[in-house]
């Protein structure tokens, strides 16, 4: 038998089919496919496990050719995606937009179901100013484009992190940056003259890991029970983590004007697995989370929030797989739903009609590791690259390696690249972690518990 329809197979055995659903029209449940990975399955492996899964609408970080190709016919929805490094001459000549939406719209439109398009992704903070200037003109171009081709069903939006908000707690103390307003209140404009939502990437496990000790992890798991939170400044009612950020944003929006702007998740999840000082990102919680948001998306599509009831919420999960090119701490390459093998890490269903899942394995790490940790060479790191990091590495750490690391000194032995890397790499962390660096560099390093050498950092 053809190894893709045995992985496909073996994955529908975790997936609950519902007769008669036509989930093209009903399911808002979508996935997130990005592709930064090395070990990735065939965009048409891909989204023949995305449509054995039940999704209803899939986001692509791009306008891949052969991956909106073979979406035509299929009945998904379809996001694309302006990338940010296209926003600023796509704002600065309307005909790069024209040719921007006749390569990447109409060459593959009606056929392949486009619904959405963002113009770039989390731009505030996160890019240059002048593309987060530009965002709003070009979000209007592409808009242009698509009218003058009579083209009126799709939305296009603006992904945006949490980082736009300089209050987000409580929920109605919700306010924007005021540095952000410059784009926000153009953007909120086009939104609400567009019909448009306010996509949001919006993740429970950072605030929950940040604070662990304040924040209960069954609210931001949607496992709060009796437990509640009852927002001063509303009155409101709380019981999960998710709806206190999205009303944040609601009650933002509201205070510039725009009550009646929509939001969609253009991303969450949670993290199956991540770095030894990262708690609570394991296979249990993570299929926790997204078991408990299906219910909440899709057995009642339109519960909305405690702010804006009655509203659905279109919803993308992150993501498709694990992927392991993406640079950051640990959890930045954990919050797939399937190996590239196409079988899951945890049985899920997009739908909301199943509701008994197999047991869990019990959660190790949903509190903080209390031991010392060094930051050490990676078992399979590709030494190639070693070299000029170690050098400007060095070079921050003001002549720490040479005081430490050179002949007769303290950390001299072993005489090793292996550990020497080492020392370079737990000295640099211990210096700026606390300042959000990870251990990672570019792949090359990891965390151990384990003690490496007598000298210490």
Same mark, same amino acid.
């Given at each position: ?7 496909? #197979?073996?994955?529908? =055995?975790?997936?609950?089919? *519902?007769?008669? %659903? +036509? ?5 808002? @449940?979508?996935? /997130? ?36 190709? #073979?979406?035509?016919? =299929?009945?998904?929805?379809? *996001?694309?995606? %302006? +990338? ?5 001459? @796509?704002?600065? /000549? ?56 009579? @083209? ?306």
């Amino acid at each position: 038998m053809d190894p893709l329809l045995v992985a496909i #197979l073996s994955f529908s =055995t975790f997936i609950a089919f *519902s007769n008669g %659903v +036509q989930f093209s029209k009903l399911n808002h @449940i979508g996935i /997130n496919y990005g592709r930064q990975g090395d070990n990735l399955p065939s965009p048409y492996r891909s989204i023949e496990y995305i449509k054995s899964m039940k999704a209803g609408i899939v986001k692509l970080y791009d306008a891949d050719p052969e991956t909106l190709k #073979l979406l035509a016919g =299929t009945g998904l929805r379809v *996001s694309i995606m %302006v +990338q940010n490094g296209e926003i600023f001459n @796509i704002a600065s /000549n309307e005909s790069i937009a024209k040719k921007w939406v006749r390569d990447n719209v109409l060459a593959y439109y009606p056929r392949t179901m486009i619904r959405y398009i963002m113009v770039g992704n989390e731009v505030y903070g996160n890019q240059t100013l002048t593309q987060w200037k530009a965002l709003v003109l070009a979000m209007q171009h592409v808009k242009n484009c698509l009218r003058n081709h009579n @083209i009126h069903n799709i939305k296009i939006g603006a992904p945006m992190a949490m980082n736009v908000m300089s209050l987000s707690f409580p929920p109605s103390n919700g306010t924007f940056h005021a540095e952000s307003l410059s784009t926000v209140v153009p953007l909120l404009q086009f939104l609400n003259k567009t019909s448009s939502f306010f996509f949001l990437n919006v993740f429970p496990y950072f605030p929950w890991a940040k604070n662990p000790e304040n924040i209960s992890l069954n609210f931001a798991l949607f496992k709060g029970g009796n437990l509640s939170y009852t927002d001063p400044g509303s009155g409101l009612v709380y019981t999960n983590l998710l709806d206190q950020m999205l009303d944040s944003v609601h009650f933002a929006m509201a205070k510039l004007g725009f009550r009646h702007i929509s939001i969609a998740i253009s991303e969450t999840g949670w993290p199956n697995d991540g770095d030894l000082d990262q708690p609570g990102a394991n296979i249990h919680n993570a299929a926790t989370y997204n078991r408990n948001l299906i219910h909440k998306m899709a057995t009642n599509p339109t519960l909305g929030t405690p702010a804006r009831p009655g509203v659905i919420i279109p919803t993308f999960l992150f993501s498709l797989y694990n992927e392991n090119l993406k640079n950051g701490p640990g959890t930045e390459r954990h919050w797939g739903l399937l190996h590239p093998s196409g079988s899951p890490l945890y049985s899920i269903d997009l739908t909301g009609t199943r509701y008994h899942f197999e047991p869990l394995p019990k959660p190790q790490n949903n509190r903080a590791y209390e031991g010392q940790v060094w930051c050490v060479l990676a078992r399979f790191a590709n030494m190639s690259g070693l070299g000029p990091l170690l050098s400007d590495m060095c070079r921050q750490l003001d002549g720490t390696c040479e005081t430490a690391l050179g002949p007769g000194k303290a950390c001299y032995e072993p005489v090793s690249l292996t550990w020497h890397a080492s020392y370079a790499f737990s000295a640099y962390w211990a210096k700026y972690r606390d300042s959000g660096d990870p251990c990672y560099f570019n792949g090359l390093a990891s965390l151990t518990t384990i003690d490496p050498s007598k000298c210490r950092f």
